[in-house]
């Protein structure tokens, strides 16, 4: 029975969290009021909060003891996300409503459009140690291209003048920044906006906290996330070591990851390996030489020829010539002949005595 309470009791979670995701959209008018349920079932006990804008700045939304939010008098800047989530939950199990605001018709839209700047964007942060990643959403361009977003930042809590976000104009087809050298387990105050040719989006604010620095042990543990084509490892590696005390291109990182252990490597190895490609090469050396003063000193093997050449036309004209090997080493007969037989063209033998 308890098993099958358990099993029961996760579907309902797993039901909840996958309804949650779900971001419900709802669409008012200019000007009207409206009452927005919140996702989650059976919540009364609630609280409603406006993605990418600090607790407490929008004074229109109301919690209405149903667990609902009531907005008056709706105008542009009310254009978001807003989420709900109940109290004293652990789980943080979030509600997302999208809420547009449209004109009474096409055409005062688009009259409205062109009189309007951009609306207030929706901005999120992903913190590690000394860098964080600000990411952000466009809700509309209020009737006209947007020129350039710009984002500030500062320590939170703190009355201290805005540090701008390099570059400061960010181009308008980019959704992401990185920001480099903050200070770990610190809580900083962000705030980002669009502009247009009619002027400038509402400010978004945002609070994002820093992880807590790495320790000596775990620095070296690679916790590698890739965050806009940048590594993360190498810069909080580059942190702890002491080399973020400016601002540091990535290739610089790269160079220090890739020579991490340079200083630990035994030499011993490295003069072995170019000894052996060393004598390689001299036996190679060695060996072509050897072979070329042997092909040098071969004797020629031409020094009969041109007696060759000189017999084959005795050969070709009388087949009888046999060169002048014929009489050399005869015996004399009984009339001191030491002459050959010698056979004419017609065949006919004649002895040496004859002739």
Same mark, same amino acid.
């Not at 029975?1 to 579907?11: D, E, G, N, R, W």
């Not at 977003?149 to 805005?162: D, E, K, L, V």
């Given at each position: 029975?308890?098993?099958?309470?358990?099993?029961?009791?996760?579907?309902v979670s797993i039901f909840l969290q996958a309804k949650a995701a779900t971001v419900k959209r709802v669409s008012v008018d200019l000007g009207k009021n409206v009452t927005i349920k919140c996702p989650l079932n059976n919540s009364r006990d609630v609280m409603w909060e406006r993605e990418g804008r600090e607790p407490g700045r929008n004074t229109k939304m109301t919690v209405l003891e149903s667990g609902s939010m009531f907005l008056a008098t709706v105008d542009r800047s009310d254009s978001g996300i807003y989420s709900c989530i109940r109290e004293n939950d652990v789980k943080d199990i979030r509600g997302k409503v999208n809420v547009t605001v449209r004109m009474a018709d096409q055409a005062a839209a688009y009259r409205c459009s062109l009189i309007a700047p951009p609306p207030p964007l929706v901005v999120s942060i992903k913190c590690s140690t000394i860098l964080v990643l600000v990411l952000w959403q466009v809700i509309g361009t209020g009737g006209y291209p947007i020129s350039y977003?710009?984002?500030?930042?500062?320590?939170?809590?703190?009355?201290?003048?805005?540090i701008p976000i390099s570059p400061n104009h960010i181009m308008p087809s980019s959704r992401q920044i990185e920001v480099y050298s903050l200070r770990p387990n610190t809580t900083y105050e962000f705030r980002m906006w669009a502009t247009n040719q009619l002027g400038k989006s509402p400010v978004t604010y945002v609070l994002a906290t820093t992880k807590a620095q790495y320790t000596e042990e775990g620095m070296y543990q690679p916790k590698t /996330?890739? =965050?806009?084509?940048?590594?993360?490892?190498? !810069?909080?590696?580059?942190?702890?070591?002491?080399?973020?005390?400016?601002?540091?291109?990535?290739?610089?990182?790269?160079?220090?990851?890739?020579l991490k252990g340079a200083d630990q490597f035994d030499t011993r190895w490295w003069a072995a390996a170019v000894g052996i490609v060393m004598g390689a090469l001299v036996l190679l050396g060695l060996g072509t030489c050897l072979l070329l003063?042997?092909?040098?000193? /071969?004797? =020629?093997?031409?020094?009969?020829?041109?007696? !060759?050449?000189e017999l084959l036309p005795n050969i070709i004209l009388n087949p009888g010539f046999e060169g002048p090997s014929r009489f050399d080493d005869i015996t004399p007969d009984e009339n001191s002949n030491n002459g050959t037989l010698t056979r004419l063209n017609n065949n006919t033998v004649v002895q040496p005595q004859d002739l």
């Open positions: 029975m308890y098993h099958t309470l358990q099993f029961v009791l996760c579907l977003f710009g984002a500030q930042y500062r320590p939170a809590f703190i009355n201290t003048s805005w /996330r890739m =965050s806009g084509g940048f590594c993360v490892e190498l !810069i909080e590696r580059a942190h702890a070591t002491g080399l973020m005390n400016g601002r540091y291109s990535v290739l610089s990182l790269y160079r220090v990851h890739l003063c042997r092909e040098c000193q /071969r004797p =020629s093997v031409v020094e009969d020829e041109p007696e !060759i050449i």
